[in-house]
């Protein structure tokens, strides 16, 4: 269960304690509280102090952020202003936001900024992101499989394993280049996410022209409300998470690309 999920903190401890039996109790010790005040509290108007919530995050083994965002959220069931409450509510929904993005950043990835040296060259066209994937695969470590492989020549491909050797995302052994990094993610102020974006739907567009029966394309224009909104954007960070969870520890055996976008016409 997230927190991050839920609006109010009443409603997240009553789907906590709805799943599972004993619950109400064992929050109602941590919070030091009796356990008909603790329900009066989350089917009421009554509200749990800052000391007894603290005993709740304890318990639960909220991280700070969580934590963070759990406060908050029971400040802003106290607001009485609705200036302060609308103030409270869009620095939830902010905090919200940003824990399904860090969520996504994978954990064992390396966060790459304009002071690293040839990440232009990296992002300025596909084909470098494409051949340092690929060198992942053992049957496309050489000039002569990813020429093939990509319709590129010879040159071409040689000047962009000197590239990522350079960068020490590859590793040559023997006659073969072999993938040697963690996986590669820009900062979100990057100059080069929007080139990177463009690449690769760029490459997207040229599979759909080639009428790719394995590939799976799908355009949708919806008008729906600004809640769902937010609501479908969690369910596609949840997707995204899932889908990592399946591909990072897959075995290596092609490269793919998957482009997913979702945002105000």
Same mark, same amino acid.
């Given at each position: 269960?997230?927190?991050?999920?839920?609006?109010?903190?009443?409603?997240?401890?009553?789907?906590?304690c709805?799943?599972?039996?004993?619950?109400?109790?064992?929050l109602?010790?941590?919070?030091?509280?009796?356990?008909?005040?603790?329900?009066?509290?989350?089917?009421g108007?009554?509200q749990?102090?800052?000391d007894?919530?603290?005993?709740v995050?304890?318990?639960?083994?909220?991280?700070?952020?969580?934590?963070?965002?759990f406060?908050l959220?029971?400040?802003?069931?106290?607001?009485?202003t609705?200036?302060?409450?609308?103030r409270?509510e869009?620095k939830?929904?902010?905090?919200?936001?940003?824990?399904?993005r860090?969520?996504n950043?994978?954990?064992?990835?390396?966060?790459?900024?304009?002071q690293?040296s040839?990440?232009?060259f990296?992002?300025?066209?596909?084909?470098?992101?494409?051949?340092?994937?690929?060198?992942? +695969?053992?049957?496309?470590?050489s000039?002569a499989?990813?020429?093939?492989?990509?319709?590129?020549n010879?040159?071409?491909?040689?000047?962009?394993?000197?590239?990522?050797?350079k960068?020490?995302?590859?590793?040559k052994?023997?006659?073969?280049?072999?993938?040697?990094s963690?996986n590669?993610?820009?900062?979100?102020?990057?100059?080069?996410?929007?080139?990177?974006?463009t690449?690769?739907?760029?490459?997207?567009?040229?599979?759909?022209q080639?009428n790719?029966?394995?590939a799976?394309?799908?355009?949708?224009?919806q008008?729906?409300?600004?809640e769902?909104?937010?609501?479908l954007?969690?369910?596609?960070?949840?997707?995204?998470?899932d889908?990592?969870? +399946?591909?990072?520890?897959?075995?290596?055996e092609?490269?793919?690309?998957?482009?997913?976008?979702l945002?105000? +016409?």
């Open positions: 269960m997230n927190i991050f999920d839920f609006k109010s903190y009443k409603t997240f401890l009553r789907a906590y709805d799943s599972e039996r004993g619950a109400l109790t064992r109602s010790e941590a919070a030091n509280t009796q356990k008909s005040y603790l329900s009066a509290c989350l089917n108007k009554g749990l102090s800052l007894q919530a603290f005993g995050a304890e318990y639960l083994n909220m991280s700070d952020y969580e934590q963070d965002y406060y959220l029971i400040d802003k069931e106290k607001a009485v609705p200036a302060l409450r609308r409270l869009s939830a929904k902010d905090m919200s936001r940003e824990a399904f860090l969520k950043q994978q954990k064992d990835s390396v966060i790459v900024t304009e690293d040839n990440i232009g990296y992002y300025a066209t596909w084909l470098a992101t494409a051949i340092h994937t690929l060198t992942s +695969v053992p049957q496309f470590q000039i499989s990813l020429e093939k492989r990509l319709n590129l010879q040159a071409s491909v040689a000047t962009i394993i000197g590239y990522l050797e960068m020490e995302l590859i590793k052994s023997g006659d073969k280049y072999r993938w040697n963690s590669i993610h820009l900062e979100d102020s990057s100059v080069w996410i929007s080139s990177h974006h690449n690769w739907r760029a490459r997207a567009m040229d599979n759909v080639k790719d029966r394995e799976t394309h799908y355009s949708s224009i008008s729906f409300s600004e769902d909104f937010e609501k954007k969690k369910k596609i960070a949840y997707f995204i998470s889908f990592n969870k +399946v591909a990072d520890p897959s075995e290596p092609d490269a793919y690309c998957f482009n997913i976008d945002f105000r +016409v």
